[in-house]
């Protein structure tokens, strides 16, 4: 399927390898940048989220996201793992889960950009989920740039493929899309509780922000791994 990213915050914030491995299953080796995990929340919008072939379908092909994620490697290929990802269209979180069996909730979610202001809130609704909250505004403060191999933000963003666990079967969606165009960004928190739903507590520390204006991605079907 295709789907376009916009305005996108990479939030991240550095955490024990020995408090997080318990929180990931563990058929998953958890990945680490100089012997440091990191969980990372990233709120943005998609638009031209279809199946290949397809045309958009109004009303189902373009709403808010929000995830809650760490970085795992399986058989030496580094990927994306999620704790959560909350949606603001029921039809695509049902669809989510059902297809790509990945942690999708629902939520009533806001985004609003004024110049290069976003303003973004979301608040789960999701039966019987663990309540999770984000009020926040960011915005980029910096010219483009692209990461370089070796750097901690290509190690967080240069990643090609996801992975999940379905009854202790692993699976790998692979992804693409061209190098992520960088920007520094600021943030301001009104209300963040979405990693204490999965009990992580972020340390009292200020994230590494990066920010991406727009990325075309392709998104191909999962593929069960021995």
């Keep these: 399927m295709t789907q376009i990213w916009h305005e996108l915050l990479f939030a991240h914030w550095p955490i024990s390898p020995e408090l997080l491995r ?65 949606a603001g269209n029921s039809i695509a979180v049902a669809l989510a889960r059902t297809l790509f069996h990945l942690p999708y909730f629902k939520a009533t979610m806001k985004c609003h950009r004024a110049g290069d202001v976003i303003r973004y809130y979301s608040h789960r609704t999701h039966h019987n989920a663990p309540p999770a909250d984000f009020i926040a505004v960011y915005g980029p403060i910096g010219s483009v740039t692209y990461s370089r191999p070796g750097t901690l933000v290509h190690w967080f963003t240069e990643r090609y493929c996801l992975y999940t666990v379905v009854k202790k079967h692993v699976y790998r969606g692979d992804i693409h899309h061209l190098p992520w165009p960088i920007q520094a960004a600021e943030l301001e928190i009104t209300r963040d509780t979405m990693a204490r739903s999965h009990n992580i507590q972020l340390p009292n520390t200020s994230p590494l922000l990066h920010y991406a204006n727009r990325q075309e991605v392709l998104i191909w079907p999962l593929q069960a791994l021995s």
Excluded at 28 to 43: H, S
């Design 22 to 86: 318990p929180l990931i299953p563990p058929v998953l080796a958890l990945d680490t940048y100089e012997q440091q995990a990191w969980v990372g929340i990233v709120p943005f919008r998609m638009s031209y989220v279809r199946p290949r072939g397809v045309p958009p379908v109004p009303g189902l092909s373009a709403f808010p996201e929000l995830n809650v994620r760490t970085y795992v490697t399986v058989n030496g290929i580094p990927g994306v793992y999620f704790f959560s990802l909350d």
